[in-house]
């Protein structure tokens, strides 16, 4: 599947979440230097939208969309829309499926959400693994925002806390100024795991290194018997 559609409200129950009456907007947390650039023009980001103001920029979103995902606004000011989401994994993840049945393609597929402008990016992580029907812990996955400027990109990871719909308002629909990608964690960053998964990796370290003791043996002791062979040539009595 090379691309995908999916709502949080139609795709699972668990996931269509209840509209807040107002919505603020919050500063991403812990920014790559790669990111600096964006701090400036996301300062804002801490200020109350009006319904004025989310009216005019909802508007002025739509008059800009080509694709005909256009935002529409409720009367509380909540408003709702689509963003697209790039599956960059490194590794094939653990799905709930029985061996032998395949699973979704998700990984390089560009997977389009319809989502609130009050979802989360935790929210919208969960959705995504859900859809696949993977059943590794969210914790281990991470949203990025993949900025383009002045023909350099940059990617900056997203807090679990903001709201990626209004990132893609204020960015407006292109995909070329901004998009989203789904990823793994960086390797390193282990407390993702759980105690289980850690132990399972100790014993998976611990086979492979008797195995690679017990080669290196086998080797060694080829070895010696070549070498007891050549010194019993040169030894023998004529």
């Avoid at 256009?70 to 709930?96: A, R």
């Avoid at 492979?208 to 043996?217: G, S, T």
Wanted: glycine residues 4%; contains cysteine.
């Amino acid at each position: 599947m090379s691309s995908g559609y999916s709502s949080l409200e139609e795709d699972a129950e668990d996931f269509f979440f209840t509209a807040r009456t107002s919505f603020f907007r919050r500063a991403p947390q812990g920014k790559p230097r790669s990111c600096q650039q964006d701090v400036e023009k996301e300062k804002e980001t801490c200020n109350y939208l009006s319904k004025e103001e989310i009216k005019e920029k909802v508007h002025k979103y739509n008059s800009a969309v080509t694709d005909k995902l256009k935002m529409t606004l409720n009367s509380n000011g909540i408003y709702t829309g689509f963003i697209k989401v790039q599956m960059e994994l490194c590794k094939p993840p653990q799905t709930s499926l029985k061996p032998g049945k395949l699973a979704p393609s998700s990984n390089g597929c560009m997977n389009t959400l319809h989502i609130s402008s009050t979802n989360t990016v935790g929210e919208v992580i969960e959705a995504l693994l859900k859809k696949f029907l993977v059943t590794e812990s969210p914790a281990k996955f991470a949203l990025y925002k993949r900025c383009h400027r002045e023909d350099q990109v940059y990617a900056c990871k997203l807090s679990d806390r903001e709201h990626p719909l209004y990132l893609r308002l204020v960015a407006g629909p292109r995909t070329d100024t901004l998009s989203f990608v789904l990823r793994e964690h960086e390797i390193g960053e282990w407390e993702a795991f759980s105690l289980p998964e850690l132990q399972n990796f100790l014993r998976i370290l611990d086979k492979e290194e008797d195995e690679q003791l017990q080669n290196l043996k086998r080797r060694y002791a080829a070895y010696r018997h070549k070498l007891e062979e050549a010194l019993s040539e040169v030894w023998k009595p004529d």
